[in-house]
């Protein structure tokens, strides 16, 4: 099938309430681009874009633009049957922008498994399309914390990311409120985003681990291109260290291998560029013996469901973080991923499963 048109769908969606992290700050909407991709039998594949400015350096301007611009020029008039060479257009097209690059790599993905008339995680060897994810608890103040954690435990939820990174003394605070609060049986996972120092980190970690928290791991604790100082905290704790803002790309992922910088690889396939990127990361990690995390951020149904597909599709993806829809005030997308509490279920539909984009905005 001929690919005749890239069309982008802008939309500002507003939050179920204000999402708070170091390196975000505080925002109550996303901003979200999707990439529909025109065939020559009039159907459409969808791919979605997300701009993190702090980690991939791309604002919803510059995605819209590389969208419209050589993005655009690689995938129109080429055969979605061609895949790979497809996508090697649009690795080529243009330096960086991964978050760009996954909204036509994500439409490409959903256009071949349309063509084979299968799921995408099937297509992508996937025997079966439920799983777990955790759920983030926005930064706030140590009873905040406590409070929503105990409702998102009653909602069902047995995993928590707890967003942490500030002065090390308030952030443990938060933790012990959270780990009262909840009690002994749920798991905490901590992400500084790069909010604290090598030597803030272990104090942060050791001090947790002292008291008796029982953190199941910590992502990224100090600055991205910090590698020495993510092996130095690797070494000194007991927890497991994640490696998330480090790794953008299967070459990042060698770097941290090759440092032993972190137990764990954190993949979202919008900052790799795709679901490509990601699936090559993940070999690495399995090479390596390590194992991944697969993430997200303020994502509709579109990304969410792709980067499902790989958990289902890739055994060495053993922690889920995939909430992002459970965020939104309302989704501007028809179809795709369903919740039941913590359970997440991809669709038996072609492709991602995905009819459609709302025609307005919202908010």
Not at 91 to 104: P, Q, T
Not at 219 to 236: C, H, I, M, S, Y
Not at 339 to 347: I, N
Request: glycine share 10%; charged share 25%.
């Amino acid at each position: 099938m001929r690919i005749t048109d890239l069309v982008v769908h802008h939309r500002q969606v507003p939050l179920r309430m204000p999402y708070s992290s170091v390196i975000r700050g505080t925002v109550d909407e996303a901003h979200v681009t999707l990439v529909e991709l025109v065939l020559e039998d009039g159907s459409s594949a969808w791919g979605e874009a997300v701009s993190m400015p702090a980690v991939t350096g791309e604002t919803p301007g510059s995605v819209v633009a590389a969208l419209n611009g050589p993005l655009r020029a690689a995938v129109v008039g080429r055969r979605t049957e061609n895949l790979e060479e497809t996508c090697d257009r649009v690795e080529r097209s243009i330096l960086g922008n991964g978050g760009a690059k996954a909204g036509v790599e994500i439409a490409l993905h959903d256009a071949f498994a349309r063509g084979l008339g299968t799921p995408l995680y099937r297509a992508l060897g996937g025997g079966h399309g439920t799983m777990e994810t955790s759920i983030t608890v926005g930064l706030g103040t140590p009873d905040e914390m406590a409070l929503r954690a105990t409702e998102l435990v009653k909602d069902g939820f047995t995993a928590l990311k707890l967003k942490v990174g500030h002065a090390i003394a308030h952030d443990v605070r938060r933790v012990e409120a959270v780990r009262e609060a909840v009690g002994p049986d749920i798991r905490l996972r901590l992400d500084a985003n790069q909010g604290w120092s090598a030597k803030e980190s272990v104090r942060a970690v050791q001090l947790l681990e002292d008291r008796g928290a029982d953190i199941e791991l910590i992502e990224q604790p100090v600055a991205a291109r910090d590698l020495r100082g993510l092996r130095f905290v690797r070494e000194r704790v007991a927890t497991p260290v994640v490696a998330d803002e480090s790794v953008l790309t299967p070459q990042d992922a060698l770097e941290v291998v090759r440092q032993e910088a972190a137990d764990i690889l954190s993949i979202k396939v919008q900052k790799s560029g795709g679901v490509r990127g990601v699936l090559r990361i993940i070999s690495i990690a399995e090479a390596a013996g390590l194992t991944c995390m697969i993430g997200c951020s303020l994502e509709t149904e579109i990304s969410i469901t792709a980067a499902a597909s790989v958990v289902a599709a890739r055994t060495a993806v053993t922690h889920v973080d995939l909430d992002a829809p459970l965020w939104l005030g309302a989704s501007p997308v028809r179809g795709g991923v369903s919740y039941r509490g913590p359970v997440l279920e991809l669709p038996e539909a072609p492709g991602l499963g995905v009819d459609g984009v709302l025609p307005e905005p919202l908010g």
